[in-house]
């Protein structure tokens, strides 16, 4: 029972690269979101999307694209790479929005920028 | 301000001990509440939610909510040192907003 996988688990990269981070969840879930993760920041909300197709911006989306081509899947993608987005991201989806449909986290891409 | 308030600690605690994490918030349109426990290097994984004011239990763990107080609070009891985590706290209204979460250690 994989639930939300995140690829790859650890990444460094060069300021300037790019590069992708892919979700996948298994769960069947309608919503999926990309969160990082700092150290006194908490969990910030990047971008999300509540079905096939759709995407939206979170509160931190800036230097960030994302795809949903099929249900399942969910890519972050970082075209030109800064210092600033070195961060731990955190992928999750659920069934819904309401109370009782709650978001399952995968397990974190820890990725530094140099 | 921020929206959520929480205290980053660490909270250390001897195996046994109740413990008391806490979260305050100024948004009162916020109706959902919850716990994530966050181990290291995983990914949060949702312990408790509820959406009114009182008291919820589930084993050991005890979630209150005092809207008039915007103030959450999530109770272990009898702690145990693989309750050794960061909590966060997650509040919702239109959005999902996350405290920066409380670490806690519980020794031996």
């Known amino acids: 029972n994989a639930g939300v996988t995140q690829t790859p688990k650890f990444r460094v990269l060069k300021t300037g690269q790019s590069m992708t981070l892919l979700c996948a969840q298994d769960?069947?879930?309608?919503?999926m979101y990309w969160y990082r993760q700092d150290p006194g920041m908490g969990l910030r909300l990047i971008h999300y999307?509540?079905?096939?197709?759709?995407?939206a911006k979170g509160e931190v989306p800036d230097g960030y694209n994302v795809s949903r081509l099929k249900k399942q899947n969910f890519l972050l993608g970082l075209e030109s790479a800064a210092p600033s987005q070195t961060s731990v991201y955190f992928c999750?989806?659920?069934?819904?929005?309401?109370?009782?449909?709650?978001?399952?986290f995968g397990d974190g891409t820890r990725l530094s920028i140099l | 301000q921020k929206e959520v308030e929480q205290d980053p600690g660490p909270l250390s605690v001897p195996e046994g001990a109740i413990v008391s994490l806490n979260c305050t918030y100024s948004n009162s349109a916020f109706q959902y509440f919850m716990w994530y426990r966050q181990y290291s290097r995983k990914g949060p994984e949702l312990l408790m939610y509820?959406?009114?004011?009182g008291n919820k239990e589930d084993g050991r763990f005890t979630a209150q909510v005092d809207k008039s107080s915007k103030y959450i609070s999530l109770f272990i009891r009898d702690s145990q040192p693989s309750d050794s985590a960061t909590y966060l706290c997650?509040?919702?209204?239109?959005?999902?907003?996350f405290g920066t979460g409380t670490r806690l250690q519980v020794f031996p």
């Open positions: 509820t959406y009114s004011s």
């Open positions: 999307s509540v079905g096939e197709g759709t995407t």
């Open positions: 997650g509040l919702r209204a239109d959005k999902l907003i």
């Open positions: 769960m069947n879930h309608e919503y």
């Open positions: 999750a989806s659920s069934l819904g929005t309401k109370t009782g449909q709650p978001q399952h």
